[in-house]
Nanobody, 117 residues
Framework: QVQLVESGGGLVQPGGSLRLSCAAS????????MNWYRQAPGKERELVAG???????NYAASVKGRFTISRDNAKNTVYLQMNSLKSEDTAAYYC???????????WGQGTQVTVSS
């Protein structure tokens, strides 16, 4: 009954901001690395940002300085703050949970982000 449920996507103008949320349940959230991936039509799914159980973060070069990943273990939620959005950020964004101690990786259903004027 593992669930990852994304929210916060929508239509935004270039230069605008959105905050995505991913609410997790059914596993010990605090022990997992949490990631945000995105996939645009015709392109490969790519890792946007990740945050480990200890709080170490990493970002794709294309979003570094504009996006911030964070987690609230008390709420079993991971966030992606997206600022200075560009049309190139348009994609379906997916929440992912992974651990070297779990053979499975878990995925949310995705939330659409469209950046357009």
């Amino acid at each position: 009954q593992v669930q990852l449920v994304e929210s916060g996507g929508g239509l935004v103008q270039p230069g605008g901001s959105l905050r995505l949320s991913c609410a997790a349940s059914g596993f010990i959230f605090s022990r997992y690395t949490m990631n945000w991936y995105r996939q645009a039509p015709g392109k490969e799914r790519e890792l946007v940002a990740g945050i480990t159980s200890s709080g170490t973060t990493n970002y794709a070069a294309s979003v570094k300085g504009r996006f911030t990943i964070s987690r609230d273990n008390a709420k079993n939620t991971v966030y992606l703050q997206m600022n200075s959005l560009k049309s190139e950020d348009t994609a379906a964004y997916y929440c992912n949970a992974a651990s070297i101690y779990d053979r499975n990786a878990y995925w949310g259903q995705g939330t659409q982000v469209t950046v357009s004027s």
